[in-house]
């Protein structure tokens, strides 16, 4: 088998623990994470991430990188899936080709004994909403439940079309058309057997309808991730090894202890920084952190952050700028910890990211499957270092743009459609959200699109960040990288002149005017159609899914600008 390599990137948000990799030669499932550091070596060598405020959300101790590319030659544990496989000589489907043995030239994949040739996968497997998945039931598939005399089985076509056919060697044959229907496999009385191949052992009870999919399909895994940005005080180093030393002690210590211990912890470090530091880590005990609203104030305070991840800027703004926005900040740089918390399958996992809620606060209804077979006090996350926009708009013209009826009629269309197709899914409706969060949100979009023309950046590797509710109404737009160097500067340097600045601001806008496929994307109406957006398309507004917090959900020009035969709703021309 030829050895893949994987980013710590690719495991956290698209080959975690469950899903398949798709090899050359082979396909094979990544394990729970209580196997990737199960030897004294590993675990010597594991690396940390520090990040208290996620911590304390996420119930957990600590973070850890994925163990790839560092410590032994199959540095993330797996298991072979699908076991099902075909020999591309004599077409024979089996789950019991032999291994070479013997001939260490050969590779390391299961070999047909009839034609010496390599095996290659199955393609279809099955898998059910509760994370379950599991080989296709070949000899069910065909023969309906009935008894079979023969013990072969051959993947063949059939006729002009190509079309997949199992053929058994009792004589019987079925086509696989319509094998990946919704109903196909409750047709076919194939029951989900609750298996978990990336946890081994027993199988779970499950009642949950299986569904075919192709192995390679986009919902056979999606990851859950929650990230948060580093802030003083959290992300200076002495917190954080703070943080790291205090959850050393099995039971922690008490406030009384503090004097006495602080000296043999912290030998070198004030004493007075030291207990600041822990005070934090006990408020977080009894409060919950807001993560949204600490990055927030953050941004906008008065006086410039300097910590090692987190460097702020105030910028001016020139006077044609300050009519729309109240603060520009360039983030020279930032840290974001991004953590993986479990998967899904079928179903994507749809959260509403501004609120400062976890899941089962949500009332998240689609099934989570677990990363690990038991309850541990890590879960695996990755750091990247970057750079960032911050951008807050005018505080008064806001409220003045809020307060048009025709803003408001038509905003509430489009989070009525939005809130009914949440429902439909379990999870609550948006909550304390209005006109600002459409603005915003494709503001936000249009100025990623600017800025992958002016910084260097392709549009794909920036990110939106929104900030909104009654107290809250700006957008972070940055890039980040897992490389130590983090980001080029290409983002901070569009910042350096009021002048350019307002300049790619106003393109930003222009952006929103037209598209190539208007009348039809102006004219759209969400709450006929129920479709998520308004005047919004791929060929004007929407951007690579990487880059949005909501799946190119929430989306309006007319919030921008005032579209050609349509009611003034414009922010950027309501005043005109």
């Given at each position: 088998?030829?050895?893949?390599?994987?980013?710590?990137?690719?495991?956290?948000?698209?080959?975690?623990?469950?899903?398949?990799?798709?090899?050359?030669?082979?396909?094979?499932?990544?394990?729970?994470?209580?196997?990737?550091?199960?030897?004294?070596?590993?675990?010597?060598?594991?690396?940390?991430?520090?990040?208290?405020?996620?911590?304390?959300?996420?119930?957990?101790?600590?973070?850890?990188?994925?163990?790839?590319?560092?410590?032994?030659?199959?540095?993330?544990?797996?298991?072979?899936?699908?076991?099902?496989?075909?020999?591309?000589?004599?077409?024979?489907?089996?789950?019991?080709?032999?291994?070479?043995?013997?001939?260490?030239?050969?590779?390391?994949?299961?070999?047909?004994?009839?034609?010496?040739?390599?095996?290659?996968?199955?393609?279809?497997?099955?898998?059910?909403?509760?994370?379950?998945?599991?080989?296709?039931?070949?000899?069910?598939?065909?023969?309906?439940?009935?008894?079979?005399?023969?013990?072969?089985?051959?993947?063949?076509?059939?006729?002009?079309?190509?079309?997949?056919?199992?053929?058994?060697?009792?004589?019987?044959?079925?086509?696989?058309?319509?094998?990946?229907?919704?109903?196909?496999?409750?047709?076919?009385?194939?029951?989900?057997?609750?298996?978990?191949?990336?946890?081994?052992?027993?199988?779970?009870?499950?009642?949950?309808?299986?569904?075919?999919?192709?192995?390679?399909?986009?919902?056979?895994?999606?990851?859950?991730?929650?990230?948060?940005?580093?802030?003083?005080?959290?992300?200076?180093?002495?917190?954080?090894?703070?943080?790291?030393?205090?959850?050393?002690?099995?039971?922690?210590?008490?406030?009384?202890?503090?004097?006495?211990?602080?000296?043999?912890?912290?030998?070198?470090?004030?004493?007075?920084?030291?207990?600041?530091?822990?005070?934090?880590?006990?408020?977080?005990?009894?409060?919950?952190?807001?993560?949204?609203?600490?990055?927030?104030?953050?941004?906008?305070?008065?006086?410039?952050?300097?910590?090692?991840?987190?460097?702020?800027?105030?910028?001016?703004?020139?006077?044609?700028?300050?009519?729309?926005?109240?603060?520009?900040?360039?983030?020279?740089?930032?840290?974001?910890?991004?953590?993986?918390?479990?998967?899904?399958?079928?179903?994507?996992?749809?959260?509403?990211?501004?609120?400062?809620?976890?899941?089962?606060?949500?009332?998240?209804?689609?099934?989570?499957?677990?990363?690990?077979?038991?309850?541990?006090?890590?879960?695996?996350?990755?750091?990247?270092?970057?750079?960032?926009?911050?951008?807050?708009?005018?505080?008064?013209?806001?409220?003045?743009?809020?307060?048009?009826?025709?803003?408001?009629?038509?905003?509430?269309?489009?989070?009525?459609?939005?809130?009914?197709?949440?429902?439909?899914?379990?999870?609550?409706?948006?909550?304390?959200?209005g006109p600002r969060l459409i603005l915003l949100h494709t503001l936000a979009h249009l100025f990623i699109r600017q800025m992958s023309l002016d910084s260097g950046y392709s549009s794909a590797s920036l990110r939106e960040r929104i900030y909104s509710d009654e107290q809250m109404y700006g957008i972070l737009i940055y890039t980040s990288t897992p490389d130590s160097d983090g980001s080029l500067g290409g983002l901070v340097r569009q910042t350096r002149s009021p002048e350019g600045f307002c300049n790619r601001l106003m393109s930003s806008v222009e952006l929103g005017r037209i598209c190539s496929n208007d009348p039809l994307c102006?004219?759209?109406?969400?709450?006929?159609?129920?479709?998520?957006?308004?005047?919004?398309?791929?060929?004007?507004?929407?951007?690579?899914?990487?880059?949005?917090?909501?799946?190119?959900?929430?989306?309006?020009?007319?919030?921008?600008?005032?579209?050609?035969?349509?009611?003034?709703?414009?922010?950027?021309?309501?005043?005109?």
């Open positions: 088998m030829q050895r893949q390599s994987l980013r710590p990137s690719q495991i956290i948000m698209t080959f975690g623990p469950g899903s398949i990799v798709d090899l050359p030669d082979d396909s094979v499932m990544i394990t729970g994470i209580e196997h990737w550091f199960d030897s004294t070596d590993k675990m010597s060598r594991c690396r940390k991430i520090s990040e208290p405020r996620l911590e304390r959300i996420l119930g957990i101790d600590e973070f850890r990188m994925p163990p790839v590319d560092s410590y032994e030659r199959y540095d993330v544990p797996f298991v072979r899936f699908p076991l099902w496989r075909v020999c591309p000589g004599c077409s024979r489907l089996s789950n019991r080709f032999v291994w070479p043995r013997g001939q260490p030239e050969l590779p390391r994949v299961p070999r047909c004994t009839r034609c010496n040739r390599e095996t290659y996968p199955a393609r279809i497997i099955v898998a059910c909403t509760q994370g379950h998945i599991d080989d296709f039931p070949w000899y069910r598939w065909i023969h309906r439940g009935q008894n079979c005399r023969g013990n072969e089985l051959f993947l063949g076509t059939e006729g002009q079309s190509a079309s997949l056919r199992v053929d058994c060697s009792c004589g019987r044959s079925r086509s696989l058309a319509g094998a990946l229907g919704k109903d196909a496999m409750a047709d076919a009385k194939c029951s989900c057997q609750g298996r978990r191949p990336w946890l081994g052992g027993q199988n779970e009870q499950c009642t949950e309808p299986l569904y075919a999919l192709l192995r390679g399909a986009s919902n056979v895994y999606f990851s859950v991730t929650r990230s948060a940005l580093s802030i003083p005080p959290w992300s200076g180093p002495l917190q954080a090894e703070v943080a790291a030393r205090w959850r050393m002690f099995p039971v922690p210590p008490t406030r009384d202890d503090w004097p006495t211990l602080i000296p043999h912890v912290f030998p070198h470090d004030d004493p007075d920084e030291v207990v600041k530091c822990l005070e934090r880590l006990m408020e977080l005990d009894v409060k919950k952190p807001l993560i949204r609203r600490e990055e927030y104030e953050a941004f906008i305070a008065e006086q410039e952050q300097n910590s090692p991840h987190f460097v702020t800027r105030k910028r001016e703004l020139s006077p044609t700028a300050a009519k729309f926005a109240a603060r520009l900040v360039a983030v020279s740089r930032l840290r974001e910890v991004r953590a993986l918390l479990a998967f899904t399958r079928i179903n994507a996992p749809e959260m509403d990211p501004v609120m400062e809620l976890i899941d089962e606060e949500q009332d998240l209804q689609v099934a989570l499957a677990p990363l690990s077979a038991k309850p541990l006090n890590w879960l695996p996350a990755i750091e990247n270092l970057g750079e960032g926009i911050f951008l807050e708009l005018n505080e008064e013209r806001l409220a003045e743009w809020e307060s048009l009826p025709a803003v408001r009629q038509r905003a509430e269309v489009l989070l009525a459609s939005y809130s009914n197709w949440r429902r439909t899914r379990g999870l609550q409706d948006v909550q304390n959200q102006r004219e759209h109406d969400p709450g006929r159609t129920q479709r998520l957006n308004g005047a919004a398309c791929h060929a004007c507004t929407m951007v690579s899914e990487t880059s949005c917090e909501f799946g190119n959900r929430l989306l309006d020009r007319a919030m921008i600008v005032t579209l050609p035969n349509q009611s003034p709703t414009g922010y950027f021309d309501h005043d005109e």
